[in-house]
């Protein structure tokens, strides 16, 4: 069936093929300034009379919006939706034109140089003089073409410089010297921002999937600095993506992704230490059907995509255990994970003036997850993702005018119920004997001896740790554009109000510890006494908030003369709770922090961390102003000079409130049993309290064992505290570069600069009575303490010594009524990044033999937080800066991407993509000298990178094979496709603080390879018409 564009190509014959491949191709990947997910036209007209109307039409929907040539015959399309067009003046040629998502196409109509007719000379997307935005086009040959292991359609960011996707498990975009929570992606003009937990996007903090399907993303754009005041709480970079739509004619595809075992590489290590290669199997399929309901009047479009995925199972590896647990633990663990993504639209073209979107998304994600290697796979938990989306979107053109409405209603949840009910039951590390132990742990370890340390050999029964959040929202957002001149003007706002919620469960159902009798002894946890326990006293509630957000933008292009181009906008954002602005401080808490003498010998001000439930305010000065300037040097888009600076507000995150009243809510206990004849378990060894309590089975019910614990006067666990004038995160950009054409190759260099403020971590906050964090004792010969000396503020130190010395004026670290971890929130973390972008690039179109990308990136990303990037606690330390300024973690010095499509003669297409990277910074863990009651050094900055010059590198490449079908008059084709990924099994190594950065003398070669990166091979096949 030949569409709508294939009719009106055969009355534009006037243009040759290399024309409109030329075209096509100079239209491609240009930088933008809107973040609405539209895009521009404009033109000069030689030889025809003011007034004189410009009709373009849409080749897919038919949709027609029109202009008027002015007085210097030029004309100006806004608003318009990326696709490609048909222009249509008076009565000359019809010209076709393919605009991408923020860029401004240029199609002039003009004298030929070979005679007196009017026709077209030149058609093409130019340099966007209009703004300094660096920004990326990822556009629909790209995501169709390009080889892709998971039908992430994120994974195409990377290919923008300055924006790294993580090779772990769990996908995170992260961009600058910030974390992923950072970035902000829109699809169809509303976020997917997470507003509880990290991960930039909801769904991406721990989960495996698709944030939504691939199939049904038509293209999108990157921009990783100088965005415009229209985009608001993003500090790093900000995706914007459009969906497709249905059109005057039938379309659609199908398709279906195979990845058995046997396409597996067995990872390196596993290979390697003789370990079974697990049991493995993918299978990812969807489909797409859009068209007409009502033709030139209402057309639909509806999508949905599916993975069935066996993941590697974990092989348990637990010796020394009774044959009764080992049946249950050293078996192969398989970790299934399912997704379903449903996408659906309906377009009304109302008048030739007003389009109206009604779109609906549904995300259905379960992953079987967390069984450890030392588990039985009741232990494990399920991560359940679901997203429900409804949107309204309205357009209105007037002539100069457009106006762009949208409402949204959003309903998300993630959570991680575990697999089984009931408590927790844990064979202990210890033995009872030396005739159970190995001659190695004899050597090494205390096994002979009963040792209460509630540490976890095996773990049985269910999981002991439950955590869900969930959003509501309802935003309202609207968008106006106004051409008035050499102006053109955007204004517009959103509210949102926000239903957030987050739950915890952590022990409430109770953790039982037993001592392992060995190989040869038997164990049921239902008949054999435990040695302790743990429990939470008390439930933690569901912490729920209400919150609201306001944003208002103006800003202003204006165009001089063909040359230069000003960009200034202002930008303001107010969020009324993001932090739960409501909880009050438990009277306890409050009135330990006042009488805690080591903030007041720090001069920490308690009342600063004391909530009453109405002092804490919202952040009011988010006033971001944002200005750019261009300089086209010959006019024509060939050589532009750029430059930017503007300020970004983020957002705080719900969940640095939530760890505040969740914490201090929870009330862990140790509970200790006695032996059978009365006696404390282990008592010889002094580890176990005297007080223990008489065994009883009625204690395996945890609503007994919680009303023991609580007749056993358990002091208070830990405590965070949050500051009540918590300060917003933000970022002030600068940039300036240089783009050039070279013929159909863009070319350009930037350099920019990003400094980042209000870094939020809780910090550790324990001091001893003298101010002290850490304290070194002097002994004699005999361990009298006759002495001490402050330790400094860079350590882990979990437990703070509550014992005080009379020759130590360093005494009493804990909080009064406490016995864990006191932290309070910060905001003095900042970072600087600074890096040279380096890009080249040929598009692919529908009408090229081939296309590259390149993109280089050389970056040196800085912080004084010493911490990884979405860690919620500073744990290794009294202050965010304590370690210096540092490199941060996780970030490359290097980066580059290259790309490569082919359209190869037997209707072959062949595509590669190349990553080489310097690898990822990684910290230093010290181990040995440590002040009393610390653990370690621990700097989780980036100290050390990896040794090679190319740390990771990775080539993947695809083919695929064209059959048109002999039916439906060519619009019906078969493809098939092959990929390999890593095609030549390079080795890329993990490197993490406590691996090689904690090597004696540090870095060491890790033995850990990144997830997922072994050789593989997947086969494909699609139809489409």
């Keep these: 069936m030949r569409s709508h564009a294939s009719k009106i190509r055969r009355i534009t014959n006037g243009v040759s093929v290399s024309g409109a491949a030329l075209a096509l191709a100079l239209t491609a990947a240009v930088p933008a300034y809107a973040q609405t997910g539209t895009s521009s036209l404009e033109g000069h007209v030689t030889g025809l009379p003011a007034g004189t109307k410009v009709v373009i039409v849409d080749n897919n929907t038919g949709e027609k919006t029109s202009a008027k040539v002015d007085a210097k015959g030029n004309y100006r399309v806004i608003g318009l939706r990326p696709s490609t067009y048909t222009v249509i003046v008076a009565n000359l040629e019809p010209q076709q034109t393919q605009l991408f998502i923020g860029q401004t196409g240029v199609v002039n109509f003009g004298k030929s140089t070979t005679g007196g007719d009017i026709v077209v000379t030149s058609t093409r997307g130019q340099v966007d003089v209009r703004s300094p935005t660096v920004a990326t086009n990822v556009t629909p040959a790209q995501i169709e073409n390009l080889p892709q292991n998971t039908r992430n359609f994120l994974s195409f960011a990377s290919l923008a410089p300055g924006v790294n996707l993580s090779r772990g498990a769990t996908p995170q975009l992260q961009a600058g010297a910030v974390a992923s929570s950072n970035v902000n992606v829109l699809i169809d003009g509303m976020s997917l921002k997470n507003p509880v937990n990290h991960g930039g996007i909801f769904g991406q903090n721990y989960g495996l999937g698709n944030p939504f399907p691939q199939i049904a993303i038509q293209e999108y754009n990157v921009e990783t600095q100088n965005f415009g005041a229209e985009t608001g709480q993003a500090g790093s970079a900000v995706i914007t993506a459009i969906t497709k739509t249905g059109g005057n004619h039938f379309h659609g595809s199908a398709f279906i992704d195979f990845q058995p075992n046997s396409f597996i590489t067995q990872p390196y290590f596993d290979k390697k230490n003789g370990v079974p290669k697990p049991a493995y199997n993918r299978k990812q399929f969807g489909g797409e059907l859009g068209g007409p309901i009502i033709p030139d009047k209402l057309t639909f479009y509806v999508a949905g995509e599916g993975t069935i995925e066996n993941l590697p199972g974990t092989q348990?590896?637990?010796?020394?255990?009774?044959?009764?647990?080992?049946?249950?633990?050293?078996?192969?663990?398989?970790?299934?994970?399912?997704?379903?993504?449903?996408?659906?639209?309906?377009?009304?073209?109302?008048?030739?003036?007003?389009?109206?979107?009604?779109?609906?998304?549904?995300?259905?994600?379960?992953?079987?997850?967390?069984?450890?290697?030392?588990?039985?796979?009741?232990?494990?938990?399920?991560?359940?993702?679901?997203?429900?989306?409804?949107?309204?979107?309205?357009?209105?053109?007037?002539?100069?005018?457009?106006?762009?409405?949208?409402?949204?209603?959003?309903?998300?949840?993630?959570?991680?119920?575990?697999?089984?009910?009931?408590?927790?039951?844990?064979?202990?590390?210890?033995?009872?004997?030396?005739?159970?132990?190995?001659?190695?742990?004899?050597?090494?370890?205390?096994?002979?001896?009963?040792?209460?340390?509630?540490?976890?050999?095996?773990?049985?029964?269910?999981?002991?740790?439950?955590?869900?959040?969930?959003?509501?929202?309802?935003?309202?957002?609207?968008?106006?554009?106004?051409?008035?001149?050499?102006?053109?003007?955007?204004?517009?706002?959103?509210?949102?109000?926000?239903?957030?919620?987050?739950?915890?469960?952590?022990?409430?159902?109770?953790?039982?510890?037993?001592?392992?009798?060995?190989?040869?002894?038997?164990?049921?946890?239902?008949?054999?006494?435990?040695?302790?326990?743990?429990?939470?006293?008390?439930?933690?509630?569901?912490?729920?908030?209400?919150?609201?957000?306001?944003?208002?933008?103006?800003?202003?292009?204006?165009?001089?003369?063909?040359?230069?181009?000003?960009?200034?906008?202002?930008?303001?954002?107010?969020?009324?709770?993001?932090?739960?602005?409501?909880?009050?401080?438990?009277?306890?808490?409050?009135?330990?922090?006042?009488?805690?003498?080591?903030?007041?010998?720090?001069g920490i001000d308690p009342n600063n961390y004391i909530s009453t439930g109405s002092n804490r305010k919202p952040e009011w000065g988010a006033i971001q102003p944002r200005f750019g300037v261009?300089?086209?040097?010959?006019?024509?888009?060939?050589?532009?000079?750029?430059?930017?600076?503007?300020?970004?507000?983020?957002?705080?995150?719900?969940?640095?409130?939530?760890?505040?009243?969740?914490?201090?809510?929870?009330?862990?206990?140790?509970?200790?049993f006695c032996n059978n004849g009365g006696a404390s378990q282990g008592a010889g060894n002094g580890l176990t309290p005297a007080d223990c309590a008489q065994w009883n089975s009625a204690y395996l019910n945890p609503a007994n064992l919680r009303a023991l614990a609580k007749t056993q006067g358990t002091n208070g666990g830990d405590v965070w505290v949050l500051n009540n004038k918590t300060r917003l995160p933000f970022s002030d950009q600068l940039d300036f570069g240089i783009r050039k054409r070279f013929g159909q190759i863009r070319t350009s260099i930037t350099y920019s600069h990003i400094s980042s403020h209000n870094i939020f971590q809780y910090v550790r906050a324990n001091y001893f009575t003298n101010g002290w964090y850490t304290r070194y004792l002097q002994t004699d010969a005999a361990g009298n303490v006759i002495g001490c000396t402050p330790g400094g503020d860079a350590w882990i130190q979990d437990n703070i010594s509550d014992v005080t010395y009379a020759a130590c004026p360093a005494g009493g670290g804990q909080l009064q009524g406490y016995q864990g971890k006191l932290d309070r929130g910060m905001s003095d973390g900042k970072a600087q990044y600074d890096a040279f972008y380096i890009k080249a690039e040929k598009p692919f179109t529908d009408n090229s033999i081939?296309?590259?990308?390149?993109?280089?990136?050389?970056?040196?990303?800085?912080?004084?937080?010493?911490?990884?990037?979405?860690?919620?606690?500073?744990?290794?330390?009294?202050?965010?800066?304590?370690?210096?300024?540092?490199?941060?973690?996780?970030?490359?010095?290097?980066?580059?991407?290259?790309?490569?499509?082919?359209?190869?003669?037997?209707?072959?297409?062949?595509?590669?993509?190349?990553?080489?990277?310097?690898?990822?910074?990684?910290?230093?863990?010290?181990?040995?000298?440590?002040?009393?009651?610390?653990?370690?050094?621990?700097?989780?900055?980036?100290?050390?990178?990896?040794?090679?010059?190319?740390?990771?590198?990775?080539l993947d490449l695809k083919i695929a094979k064209t059959f048109t079908m002999p039916w439906g008059d060519g619009d019906h084709k078969l493809t098939a496709d092959f990929q390999v990924f890593n095609v030549f099994n390079w080795l890329n190594r993990t490197y993490s603080a406590w691996g090689a950065g904690s090597g004696d003398p540090a870095p060491l070669i890790e033995n850990g390879q990144v997830y997922n990166d072994s050789r593989r091979f997947q086969a494909g096949i699609r139809y489409k018409f």
């Design 316 to 602: 348990g590896i637990v010796t020394n255990v009774p044959t009764s647990v080992s049946n249950l633990v050293n078996i192969s663990h398989n970790k299934d994970f399912k997704q379903g993504l449903y996408f659906g639209k309906l377009t009304w073209f109302a008048t030739d003036s007003d389009t109206v979107n009604l779109e609906a998304f549904i995300r259905r994600e379960n992953n079987l997850s967390d069984i450890d290697s030392n588990a039985a796979s009741t232990h494990g938990r399920t991560i359940l993702t679901h997203e429900d989306r409804f949107q309204f979107n309205w357009k209105h053109h007037a002539g100069n005018f457009v106006n762009e409405l949208n409402i949204a209603y959003d309903k998300q949840t993630q959570e991680t119920p575990p697999v089984g009910t009931g408590p927790e039951y844990n064979l202990d590390n210890s033995y009872y004997s030396a005739s159970d132990c190995t001659a190695d742990e004899i050597a090494n370890t205390n096994c002979q001896v009963m040792n209460p340390d509630f540490s976890a050999r095996a773990q049985l029964g269910a999981h002991y740790f439950y955590q869900g959040d969930a959003v509501k929202s309802f935003t309202l957002k609207n968008d106006s554009t106004l051409i008035s001149g050499n102006h053109t003007i955007k204004f517009g706002g959103q509210f949102a109000l926000l239903n957030m919620s987050r739950t915890v469960n952590n022990a409430f159902d109770g953790r039982y510890f037993y001592y392992n009798p060995g190989a040869s002894g038997t164990f049921d946890p239902l008949t054999d006494q435990p040695y302790g326990a743990k429990i939470n006293i008390q439930s933690s509630p569901t912490v729920s908030a209400k919150d609201y957000q306001i944003g208002a933008y103006v800003q202003d292009e204006w165009r001089p003369d063909d040359h230069w181009t000003l960009n200034y906008g202002l930008r303001w954002d107010l969020e009324t709770n993001a932090n739960n602005n409501d909880y009050v401080t438990p009277t306890a808490v409050a009135d330990a922090l006042r009488n805690y003498p080591g903030w007041a010998a720090n």
């Design 630 to 672: 261009s300089y086209d040097v010959h006019g024509d888009g060939s050589l532009v000079i750029f430059g930017g600076v503007g300020r970004y507000f983020d957002r705080s995150l719900f969940i640095e409130g939530v760890l505040e009243t969740l914490t201090n809510s929870s009330k862990i206990a140790n509970v200790y």
């Design 850 to 954: 081939w296309g590259f990308t390149t993109t280089l990136t050389l970056q040196f990303a800085k912080s004084n937080v010493a911490q990884a990037l979405s860690s919620d606690e500073f744990y290794n330390g009294s202050r965010q800066d304590a370690y210096g300024w540092n490199y941060v973690g996780g970030v490359e010095k290097w980066h580059l991407v290259t790309t490569g499509i082919y359209r190869a003669p037997l209707g072959l297409t062949l595509s590669g993509t190349l990553d080489l990277s310097s690898g990822p910074s990684f910290g230093n863990v010290v181990f040995g000298d440590t002040p009393d009651s610390a653990s370690a050094y621990g700097n989780f900055g980036g100290v050390f990178y990896p040794k090679p010059f190319i740390a990771y590198k990775r």
